[in-house]
């Protein structure tokens, strides 16, 4: 296991839309592996292959609640219900947050590290964190999202976090 470099925009590779994992070995296991350790290293709650410079449709994310690390290979949202709006960030964009609009519920389905069908359904910070990995696989930034963009430490210097 190992950390990566996160990249960071504006590297094109961030912009390019990644190919679907077809190999689930052991070379996806270490990738796998990998980000998880990338990720919590640079306290992050969701990692996706090309912030690492993988073009390849993988994802992890762990928002600190009851399901853990959850790694999904493939991942395709396949409902979306009602809307939440809010602070987003991203560690491949440090320093900035923006206010974005994502759907308050999520189902994603992908394939595990074995490739083994799995099916998540997560609301608030768990959808916001799927919505934000999902778009990384398709070459989007939370900033071509954002209602508007500020250093992170603007709103803890007015108060308003």
Do not use: W
Request: some cysteine; overall charge negative; hydrophobic content about 35%.
């Amino acid at each position: 296991m190992a950390i990566k470099i996160i990249v960071k925009d504006p590297d094109p590779v961030l912009r390019e839309k990644s190919v679907p994992v077809t190999k689930f070995n052991s070379n996806l296991h270490k990738l796998l592996n990998d980000m998880a350790d990338t990720m919590y290293e640079a306290e992050g709650v969701g990692l996706a292959a090309p912030q690492i410079g993988i073009l390849k449709r993988v994802i992890v994310v762990d928002v600190g609640d009851d399901n853990g690390l959850i790694e999904i290979i493939n991942p395709e949202i396949v409902n979306k219900e009602g809307e939440q709006f809010g602070p987003e960030g991203c560690l491949s964009i440090p320093g900035l947050q923006g206010d974005v609009s994502r759907a308050m519920t999520v189902t994603i389905r992908g394939q595990d590290r074995n490739g083994d069908p799995v099916e998540y359904t997560g609301s608030e910070l768990l959808s916001r964190a799927f919505q934000h990995e999902v778009d990384h696989l398709n070459g989007v930034l939370y900033t071509d999202l954002a209602k508007s963009v500020y250093r992170n430490t603007e709103r803890e210097e007015n108060g308003e976090e």
